[in-house]
């Protein structure tokens, strides 16, 4: 079984500094592509930066120049480095994984959410 735990998230101040992390754990799996969500009160889930199957990166408008993603593929672990932080940031952040296992092949796999308040 594969899992994502994410670890990083708490309450920061308009300006300033949050890292997020992602592990994935398990056995026998390999990742295909790994990033970061988010889910505000009221609001469907969105992207927030993703490294893609062919390992290229795709940022939402919202945070580009703000938020930094990187991985270490040998750890199968992503980050989300967030600076400038805005209180419209403010969410429950999920690692999303594309994740291939031999017994269920090409699937989704999602943390369990950490939450970022960003707030005066």
């Known amino acids: 079984q594969v899992q994502l735990v994410e670890s990083g998230g708490g309450f920061v101040q308009p300006g300033e500094t949050l890292r997020l992390s992602c592990a994935a754990s398990?056995?026998?799996?390999?990742?295909?592509?790994m990033g970061w969500y988010r889910q505000a009160p009221g609001k469907q889930r969105e992207l927030v930066a993703t490294?893609?199957?062919?390992?290229?990166?795709a940022y939402a408008d919202s945070v580009k120049d703000r938020f930094t993603i990187s991985r270490d593929n040998a750890k199968n672990t992503v980050a989300l480095q967030m600076n400038s932080l805005k209180p419209e940031d403010t969410a429950v952040y999920y690692c999303?994984?594309?994740?291939?296992?031999?017994?269920?092949?090409?699937?989704?796999?999602w943390g369990q959410g950490t939450q970022v308040t960003v707030s005066s």
């Open positions: 999303h994984g594309l994740v291939t296992t031999p017994w269920r092949g090409t699937r989704e796999y």
């Open positions: 398990g056995s026998g799996f390999t990742v295909n592509a």
């Open positions: 490294f893609t199957p062919g390992g290229s990166t």
